[in-house]
């Protein structure tokens, strides 16, 4: 065996407890690891934990909320990115001591692109479609999902890959301003120096050509590679998502349509207040798409409507389960539990939402919004306190998970005082 396909020595405590948990009265399902731990991946161990199957989580960031959940248990692996080989030898040394084939799941880009890098070895001794993997690795980049999108017809704006000054300047003499640009891969920015404006950022936007050109400059040095695309003009509420989960056979076994209401950073962040709705068109374009390109497993499309001519495009696609995937549950649409039942052999029927008539909320990031949407005039206290009335399901407060819920909260809290404070003292 290869060095960098051989396990290694790792202490995976309080597995065999994990594993010795049996459905009650029947033979076990095989078990689950989730890959990442953020509050995204956190979200899908406890869907599974919930259905009665054995799961447990990995991640490279100990900072993640699955290391102190209460759900399920997380293990800290090597960064994919920067140690490959290592990564590897340690997944294999988890399958290794975990003695049976386990449900493979990302819910992060890393660790998409991981699956994907490594998915013929994984595939020996993880339960996943190969096939699958390797497709949503691809779509983990901007540059291969404009491309598939033009090639399949799925509307999307004018997008350039950019790699050099030359490539954006042929880009500035044709597009409509104004445009973004972002990474391939969000990540990419996340490692930026710290004095670095764009560090955190998913997308910039920029006015004119110059402002674009500029904006390039303060990355391009250290991250020549990117994306530049035409902006779709218009509200958060002009944005909206398609929720699914896509069978080995290609069969949709789910999806559901959501509206964005809020989001942070204000229009080019995540969503932070979404609702379900029915919207034939972005159900049908995005159902062939993904149909079209032979698509496997669990994904989210962000599409939005231009206010301009009214016509939807392509904002991303994120082939995982995701933060606002997290809504689809609550409609009815369980991606997580439905994907894992058709790895596992088990393709349960299609379904469809069920569960209208609630709000599904980032709690943390929605009190760090707020101030900003009040600051800018496009929201008032009523409309806010108002648009947090009804019946909700949260992302990020569970209570049943108190240690993290409490987190959440008083970061909340921090960022919403915080957010105001900032807003009143320039007026003072």
Wanted: proline share 7%; aromatic share 10%.
């Amino acid at each position: 065996m290869p060095v960098d396909q051989a396990p290694v020595a790792v202490t995976f405590e309080g597995l065999s407890q994990i594993l010795a948990r049996r459905d009650q009265g029947k033979s076990p399902s095989p078990p689950a690891v989730v890959a990442s731990v953020f509050q995204t991946g956190l979200n899908l161990m406890r869907d599974l934990e919930q259905k009665g199957i054995r799961v447990l989580g990995v991640d490279c960031n100990p900072e993640n909320p699955g290391f102190r959940s209460r759900y399920a248990r997380s293990y800290l692996c090597p960064n994919p990115d920067k140690e490959p080989e290592k990564w590897l030898a340690f997944m294999l040394s988890l399958a290794a001591a975990m003695g049976e084939k386990a449900v493979l799941i990302p819910a992060s880009d890393i660790f998409v692109s991981a699956i994907g890098r490594h998915a013929r070895v994984l595939s020996d001794h993880f339960i996943f479609s190969e096939a699958g993997a390797v497709l949503q690795a691809s779509l983990a980049t901007k540059e291969t999902q404009y491309a598939l999108a033009k090639e399949y017809g799925l509307p999307c704006p004018r997008a350039a890959y950019i790699q050099s000054v030359e490539d954006m300047e042929r880009f500035c003499k044709e597009a409509r301003f104004p445009a973004l640009l972002k990474p391939l891969h969000q990540r990419e920015w996340q490692a930026l120096p710290e004095d670095n404006p764009f560090r955190h950022c998913k997308t910039v936007s920029a006015s004119t050509p110059e402002e674009l050109l500029s904006h390039y400059s303060k990355v391009s040095g250290l991250v020549p590679e990117a994306v530049t695309q035409e902006e779709i003009v218009g509200p958060d509420s002009a944005k909206y998502c398609y929720l699914s989960v896509y069978a080995k056979s290609g069969q949709r076994l789910g999806s559901c349509v959501v509206q964005e209401l809020r989001a942070y950073p204000l229009l080019y962040g995540c969503a932070t207040l979404v609702e379900p709705v029915v919207d034939e068109e972005i159900d049908s374009v995005c159902n062939k798409f993904l149909m079209s390109i032979g698509y496997k497993g669990i994904c989210e499309i962000e599409l939005k409507r231009d206010t301009r001519d009214g016509k939807l495009l392509l904002i991303e696609v994120n082939p995982r389960f995701s933060g606002t995937g997290d809504c689809s549950k609550y409609t009815g649409v369980e991606t997580g539990y439905l994907h894992y039942l058709d790895l596992i052999g088990q393709t349960p029927p299609p379904v469809v939402p069920t569960k209208f008539g609630f709000r599904h909320v980032m709690l943390c990031a929605d009190m760090s919004a707020f101030p900003k949407y009040l600051a800018q005039g496009q929201m008032g206290w009523k409309d806010w306190i108002r648009s947090l009335s009804g019946p909700l399901e949260f992302f990020d407060f569970d209570t049943a998970d108190f240690a993290i819920a409490r987190v959440t909260a008083m970061n909340g809290a921090r960022a919403f005082l915080r957010g105001l404070w900032d807003n009143w003292r320039p007026r003072k």
